[in-house]
């Protein structure tokens, strides 16, 4: 499981990732990303805490100290990739990617079409 942890991920090394791990992580990017391709370099890590008194948020500090922002909790990612398997028997990089960026701009699954 650590070998995933704070690590640079691309794509198609995160959709192989088991479910347990993926439900225990968020997922990170750096700053600025606002879409998913091939070359997208992700972490996974602790979850961001928030402060009970301020409500600020407290991210964890490699987030902090790699510039990272986060991107999705881990059961998110985790059902973006069920979903994935779900509708296409096979899916490619490129269909995890279509369903990600689906995901972060509309808030729901895309839909295929095979």
Same mark, same amino acid.
Request: proline share 3%; hydrophobic share 30%; aromatic share 16%.
């Given at each position: 499981?650590?070998?995933?942890?704070? /690590?640079?991920? /691309?794509?198609?090394?995160?959709?192989?990732?088991?479910? /347990?791990?993926?439900?225990?992580?968020?997922? %990170?990017? *750096?700053?600025?990303?606002?879409?998913?391709?091939?070359?997208?370099?992700?972490?996974?890590?602790?979850?961001?805490d928030v402060d009970d008194?301020?409500?600020?948020?407290?991210?964890?500090?490699?987030?902090?100290?790699?510039?990272?922002?986060?991107?999705?909790?881990?059961?998110?990612? %985790?059902?973006?990739?069920?979903?994935? /398997? %779900?509708?296409? *028997?096979?899916?490619?990089?490129?269909?995890?990617? *279509?369903?990600?960026n689906n995901y972060?701009?509309?808030?729901?699954?895309?839909?295929?079409?095979?």
């Amino acid at each position: 499981m650590s070998r995933f942890i704070r /690590k640079p991920l /691309k794509i198609e090394q995160l959709v192989v990732i088991e479910c /347990k791990t993926l439900e225990s992580y968020d997922l %990170y990017v *750096k700053k600025n990303t606002d879409f998913f391709d091939e070359q997208t370099i992700i972490y996974l890590d602790e979850a961001v805490d928030v402060d009970d008194d301020t409500d600020e948020e407290i991210y964890p500090d490699f987030a902090i100290k790699s510039d990272l922002e986060w991107y999705f909790s881990g059961q998110v990612i %985790y059902d973006i990739i069920d979903n994935t /398997k %779900y509708q296409l *028997k096979n899916p490619s990089v490129q269909d995890y990617i *279509k369903n990600l960026n689906n995901y972060s701009e509309h808030d729901c699954f895309y839909t295929f079409n095979e």
